[in-house]
Structure formats: structure tokens, C-alpha cells
């Protein structure tokens, strides 16, 4: 089944121990597409300036993402930039302009509107409910961030109120709860709406719940850590890329979900910037998933 992401796409300046890659194509939408489209027909919809390199909107078309919904605004790129820390698993935020996506308002396309699934990534809460507005998803899923939790809180709960999932990291269920533990933030989380919450933990894996079932899942562990950015909005596209491709949202689904997630955003570690996530291959996922499954068996 089809899938449509809505996010950011982004020049971005990352610096990590490794080295700095200077404005790389990057973007929660970007990061969830390159990943997600080795599962199902993505359909991006997101706003590039006109500074936009031809290249980057090459390089999505080639992997099987639908680029209509991708609009070109006058003005300059989205840009982030961020420095992680020593431990690779903390970052600062440097420098975020909003650009063209201060005017911003998504247009889905129709067969953009139709998709069965829908990702709300990375993006201001008010656009995510422009978005839900014209779509006719029967499963939505929904990331944000603390920026958003801080300043357009509103907004956001209004968004949570609407969708299936939301997939978030653990600093982010305690801004948005005030719960530190992790059963209790999701607890409170499902009270705003959504019946599956999934909490990252970084290089410590991830948590699925829905109701009372849970399912624990740890990161695949890899050697060389170049750079993690865009390993959240990754872990979403195979998440919901392996939910859309077996057109099935029950918890064994959700279960093998999380693992396709895992697995993908381990990848997208391995380089900067989208060079590892854009290179995969179904039949590199696959091998990865069954070293995954050898590592996690007792
Ligand atoms: P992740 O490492 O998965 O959290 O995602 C990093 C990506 O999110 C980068 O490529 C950024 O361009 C993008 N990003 C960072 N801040 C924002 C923001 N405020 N709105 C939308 N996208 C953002």
C-alpha cells in the first residue's frame, strides 16, 4: 500500500568526533523517504528553495519517491545544523532557519491525499494539521520534537488527538508528560490519543506499547557511529514502510515493524548526511533483519 510523508527537506551542517559535512542534503521527510521507499511507492510532500541543488531531487526520484508534492518556493532551503557530542548519542542544536517554510502550506497531491498511510514527520504542528485536513489515511503516524512541544503546544496536542502512532524519544515523553519513566509517559501519551506509542532511546533501542502489550527492542549494535542524524526520522520510514507493505497495524505487525525500524535506522548511522540510507538495498535490510533476529535470540 501507498505511503505519504510530510516533513522538512533540508541543507544541513553536521558536525560529529568523525569530521563536519557542510550543507548535505538532509530532512526528516528526506531521511523517512530514502528509508521507507525500499518497502512501498513513497509520496513526499515537502518545500525546497529555489537554492535547492537539482542533484538532491535527483537522487529522490531514483529511489522510487514520488517528488510532486515536493514544491520549489522562492527563497532559501530549510537549513539545521547541529554538533553531537563526544558519546554520539546527544546533540546541540546550532543554527535551524526556517526560510521557505515560514510561508508553507502543504498541498497533497491526490494520489498523495489517497495513500492508505501517512507520516507526519519533522515539521510545525499547525502545517501537520493542514495536512491530516486533506488526507484520507487510514493509519497516521506522527513524530515531533521538543522545539514543538515548547512552543506550539496547542497545536501539537490537537495533532496527537488525531493519529494511530507516535514515535518519539524518551526526552521527549518527559517535555511532553512530565514522566520520566517510560510506561507511565506512554500511559499519558495514549490518554491524548494515539492507541501505539513507540519511545526511542538512542543507542539503547526502542519501547513499543499499545494499551498493555509491549514489546522491547535494543539498537543493532555497530561498530562505527559516523553520524546519527536523520536515524529518527529512518527508524519511522521503516516502520511504517514494513506496516504499508504488509497493509496490516495489528501488534505482531507493529512487533516486526519496529525491528524493520531498527534495522533501517542503523544504517543510516553508518555516513553522513542520507550517503549510507540512499545506497541500500532490500537485500541488505533483509540480511541485516536476520543478523538482528541471531543477535536478539536466546
Ligand atoms: P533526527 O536525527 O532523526 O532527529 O532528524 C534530523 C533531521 O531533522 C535533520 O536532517 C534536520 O534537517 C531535521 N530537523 C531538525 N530540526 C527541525 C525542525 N525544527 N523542523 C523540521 N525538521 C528539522
Redesign the pocket.
Known amino acids: 500500500m501507498e505511503l505519504t510523508v510530510v516533513?522538512?527537506v533540508?541543507l544541513?551542517t553536521v558536525e560529529t568526533p568523525h569530521g563536519r559535512n557542510e550543507e548535505g542534503l538532509?530532512?526528516?521527510a528526506t531521511?523517512f523517504s530514502l528509508a521507507a521507499a525500499n518497502y512501498v511507492p513513497v509520496h513526499m510532500v515537502a518545500v525546497v528553495g529555489e537554492d535547492f541543488p537539482n542533484e538532491h531531487v535527483g537522487l529522490l526520484k531514483s529511489k522510487n519517491i514520488n517528488t510532486e508534492g515536493l514544491e520549489t518556493a522562492s527563497g532559501k532551503t530549510f537549513r539545521?545544523a547541529g554538533r553531537y557530542h563526544d558519546d554520539m548519542n546527544n546533540r546541540d542544536?546550532l543554527d535551524?532557519q526556517l526560510n521557505v517554510f515560514e510561508q508553507f502550506h502543504p498541498k497533497l497531491p491526490p494520489k498523495a491525499q489517497e495513500a492508505p498511510f501517512l507520516f507526519l514527520a519533522?515539521?510545525h504542528p499547525a502545517l501537520q494539521l493542514e495536512v491530516l485536513d486533506q488526507s484520507e489515511a487510514a493509519f497516521k503516524g506522527l513524530d515531533t520534537?521538543n522545539?514543538w512541544i515548547d512552543t506550539a503546544l496547542d497545536d501539537l496536542k490537537k495533532v496527537l488527538a488525531q493519529v494511530d502512532a507516535v514515535i518519539i524519544n524518551d526526552s521527549e515523553v518527559e517535555d511532553l508528560t512530565g514522566q520520566r519513566n517510560i510506561l507511565k509517559g506512554a500511559e499519558a501519551i495514549m490518554a491524548m490519543g494515539p492507541k501505539t506509542v513507540v519511545i526511542k532511546k538512542g543507542e539503547h533501542g526502542c519501547v513499543l506499547i499499545q494499551g498493555d502489550q509491549r514489546f522491547v527492542v535494543p539498537a543493532f549494535l555497530l561498530s562505527d557511529v559516523v553520524d546519527?542524524?536523520?536515524?529518527?526520522?529512518s527508524f519511522a520510514g521503516g516502520f511504517m514502510g514494513s506496516l504499508a507493505k504488509e497493509g496490516n497495524t495489528d501488534f505482531d505487525a507493529l512487533r516486526r515493524a519496529v525491528v524493520h525500524g531498527t534495522v533501517v535506522a542503523s544504517f543510516a548511522c553508518e555516513a553522513f548526511g542520507p550517503d549510507r540510507i540512499a545506497t541500500i538495498t532490500e537485500k541488505d535490510i533483509h540480511q541485516r533483519f536476520e543478523a538482528f533476529r541471531e543477535l536478539c535470540q536466546f
Open positions: 516533513g522538512s533540508a544541513d538532509g530532512g526528516a531521511f539545521w542544536t535551524t519533522n515539521i520534537m522545539l546519527p542524524t536523520g536515524a529518527g526520522d
